[in-house]
């Protein structure tokens, strides 16, 4: 018999790979390495340069041209590592390479042209610089356009990008074929008497000036167009993200914020190295753009934009105040006096007036915008002085809430916490925005509340000394929470007190009026009717007798009934334990084994402890009888180390389904230790069966003394 071979079956192949995941990898970290090289051969070339031939030639160092192609080296190779299929790797490496090849060929180009005649390269190093740099300025709208997913938005937009492109492309295709003499005329800068014996022109076209001066005079605005509309783009992205895409987009705002900032420090602060400022700019945009892709939960960017946001205006705004205060000094001095004394006494009076006042000044902004956080013991200290005026639980929230919103100067602040009822209580300070954030409010372990903020914002965002100053708010608020919920529990409890008593007293009242007292009034009518029967018709006076025994028997009764629900009379006459074993012996015998311990100490206890305890013991064996289908019980009663009593009942029979909601009985026996302050808990053990434990306050210690 032929046996047909059984194979494992062939699991299904991979999809093949794509030229830019195959080759992305490999070339990511080469054009690192070019980076690195080009960037070290530029610094080098600016060493070997003597100081005279870079003032001859009109140039700065190559290498700080280079080192936004140095800060972007790693973030372009680890984007195309890790995603090289986006798009937005590639700029990102592209524009690193560019940048330092850049600032090779300026190096090149003043040290070349040194030597008579110029070394060789020099032209095409001229070239480069002054015509093929200029592509350099298609980086930023590429990047804007293509962040954060590599492609280039629908609709309208696509056009919109489309046109920006080209309008940014448009002066480094002009200055490509746009011969230098006409080029110095429209930029009034004329080339340096080292570069006039270079090529200078490889790519230029014999277009007359008529021509070219126009479009150039167009081309540069043009450049500003060509930003804003990725601008706008970004703008109608991040209004319409969500999830990681909403973070990523962020994080390129977050680059823009930072950007800026570097930016007016240029300007406040000028100097040479402007260069510098543009690599720190662009090194942070491109760690900014690679976190956004690869890794965009790395770190809470709506925290730090928030942060950044509020302390970079205060440091500018403390730049702005400082540079005015020293600028009026000086024009109101300036006049009487000369350069030297102007400058002596503008400098006196800075330090004797406005130096004082600086730091008041200082604190006094920043509390306007954040708050008073900066002075932790005066928000703990001004809480607990709000919360010793309120009144009611009420107040104490609002309190609670308005600390919080003076504190963070926050436009919205809400404290929740659960009320007696089961309901909630919420007090609101300000507006309540579309979204919030929420924070628990725990106390001893136990949550008693939320603590609500705005989510969005800058704010909303919390730093770590921001949080720990936060949390000692909300220890004071959950006390003040816990105070407020157990007040108003207490509430609670009153009027279900008050309730009950009315109650019990009403149904008293109606027992008696309408049960006892109809029946005792009817045995004393008919005592009076044997009297006046008794000589002439004893027989019938017998009769009427035997009739009011009766109704004395069913007055009796009701007397029982009514005594037994005020409180069962087996406790006094036999003790909790006696009490206990009879009800057992009613409900279960002889069915069912009941075994009954007391252990010492139980047998003096308060009266509400032992009509508790008696019904939690009872409700659970009528369970016991209806459901269990057991053949044991034990009931053992004990005094705990605090004085509680400690009421068990466990069976060994079918336990409890957990799917099985909670019945009217189990609750009930939660509620009645609930009253005075325990707690009952069932349980069904591994080995079987049922566990009601019961543990209710009676003060006093083990041996039984309350």
Known sequence: MDVEERRAPTPP??????AAERLGPVLGWSAMVATLAAVAGSAALDLAT??????????????????????????????????????????????????????????????????????????????????FGAWLLLGLPLLLLLYPDGRLPAGRWRTVSIASLGCAAALPLLLLV??????????????PAVYRSLDLDPTSLPLPEVVLLPLLQVAYPLGALGILGPLAVVVDRLRGATGDDRRRMRWLLWAGVVDALVMLSAIFFPSTTVSIDLAVAVGLTGLAVTVGILRPRAVDIDRLLGATLVYG?????????????????????????????ATLLTLLLVAAVYVPLRAPLWRLVRRWVLGEREDPYRVVSGLAERLELSDDADAQLMAVAAAVADAFRSPYVGVEVGAGDGGRL?????????????????????????????????????????ERLLADVVRQAAAAARASSLAAELQVSREQLVTAREEERRRLRRDLHDGLGPTLGAVVLRIDTARNLAGSRPEEADRILRAARDDVAAALGDVRRLVHDLRPPALDDLGLAGAISQQAERL???????????????DDLPAAVEVAAYRIA?????????????????????RAGDGALVVQIADDGAGIDPAA??????????????????????????????????????????????
């Open 13 to 18: 192949a991979a999809p093949p790979r794509s």
């Open 588 to 602: 279960l015998a002889p069915r069912v084994a009941v075994a009954v311990t007391a252990a010492p100490g139980t």
């Open 178 to 191: 746009t011969p230098s003499d006409i080029a110095d005329r429209r930029s009034q800068n004329p080339v």
């Open 661 to 706: 909601p909670a019945g009217v009985g189990l609750v009930s026996l939660r509620e009645r230790a609930a009253e005075l302050g325990g707690r009952c808990t069932v349980e069904c053990p591994a080995t079987g069966g049922t566990v009601v434990r019961a543990v209710l306050p009676a003060g006093g210690g083990p041996d039984g003394r309350a």
């Open 50 to 131: 003597p100081e005279a031939a870079r003032m001859a030639a009109e140039a700065g160092p190559g290498w700080e041209v280079g080192l936004p192609g140095l800060l972007l080296a790693v973030p372009g190779a680890l984007l195309l590592h890790r995603a090289p299929r986006n798009a937005v790797s590639w700029v990102v490496a592209g524009s690193a390479l560019f940048w330092a090849a850049d600032g090779l060929a300026s190096s090149w180009l003043t040290y070349a042209v040194q030597s008579d005649p110029p070394l060789a390269g020099a032209s095409a190093a001229f070239w480069f610089v002054s015509r």
């Open 426 to 466: 919420l007090a609101e300070h300000g507006r309540r925005p579309g979204a919030v954030q929420t924070l628990p409010i725990t106390y001893r372990g136990e949550e008693v509340g939320r603590l609500l903020l705005p989510r969005d914002g800058a704010r909303a965002q919390l730093l770590t000394r921001d």
């Open 618 to 638: 009872s409700e659970a064996l009528a369970n016991v009888a209806k459901h269990a289908r057991a053949r044991h019980v034990t009931v053992a009663l004990d």
């Open 313 to 341: 205006g205060l440091a500018v705004g403390v730049v702005v105040l400082d540079l005015a205060v020293l600028a009026g000094a000086g024009a109101l001095v300036g006049d009487a006096f000369g350069q030297d004394d």
